[in-house]
């Protein structure tokens, strides 16, 4: 009896030790979209019809729904923006980092409204540190952004990757740590990394 009681109980914890994994699907009917994300991979992929589709998976050991606030503007001019909970955490976990570490310095002193002001609005400046492994909260987004043909895109990372396949579109892709892969891409295309290859 008792090795059965032990047995369930570490089914449960390994279960509990599982990392999450919570989707939302963000549809815009726009000319152009700025998808803007703090911590995860961005893949850009090319949409079947006219209008842009993200598919946002948080995840990692602390992701929880409601953590993570999925912010979306629709019109002309679109806008995802995914908000984490920096007002309550400045250390976060991103296994895909490794060993590595990268700090991000958010600052809500400039006037010019962008998307940082509305991330950290009363925060003045703080720092961020994500990290491979450690001590933090362990949550993160990945997002599939599927981009209709002759649209234009802009996608900006803090930390983490971005990679584009066959896209027929204008991009900019912006990430402040991680590497940018494009292949196949027809259209303007701007690819800026602070620390990674493109």
């Not at 912010?71 to 679109?78: H, I, L, P, S, W």
């Amino acid at each position: 009896m008792l090795r059965a009681w032990t047995g369930i109980l570490l089914v449960a914890f390994a279960a509990s030790a599982l990392a999450a994994d919570i989707e939302k699907t963000v549809t815009l009917d726009s000319d152009e979209v700025e998808l803007l994300n703090l911590i995860g991979q961005v893949t850009v992929a090319p949409a079947s019809g006219s209008t842009f589709e993200a598919v946002i998976h948080v995840r990692g050991r602390d992701a929880e729904p409601g953590l993570i606030e999925i912010v979306a503007d629709n019109g002309r001019e679109g806008r995802i923006l995914i908000k984490f909970p920096v007002d309550e955490h400045r250390d976060y976990v991103y296994p895909a980092l490794g060993n590595s570490r990268s700090t991000v310095t958010l600052d809500d002193s400039g006037e010019d409204g962008g998307w940082f002001h509305q991330l950290v609005k009363g925060l003045a400046c703080k720092r961020i540190d994500v990290r491979g492994k450690g001590k933090g909260l362990e949550v993160w987004a990945d997002v599939e952004l599927k981009v209709p043909r002759d649209h234009s895109a802009r996608v900006e990372v803090k930390v983490g990757g971005i990679a584009s396949a066959r896209v027929k579109a204008d991009l900019v892709l912006d990430t402040g740590s991680g590497a940018i892969e494009v292949d196949g891409h027809e259209g303007s295309l701007v690819c800026d990394t602070g620390s990674g290859s493109v």
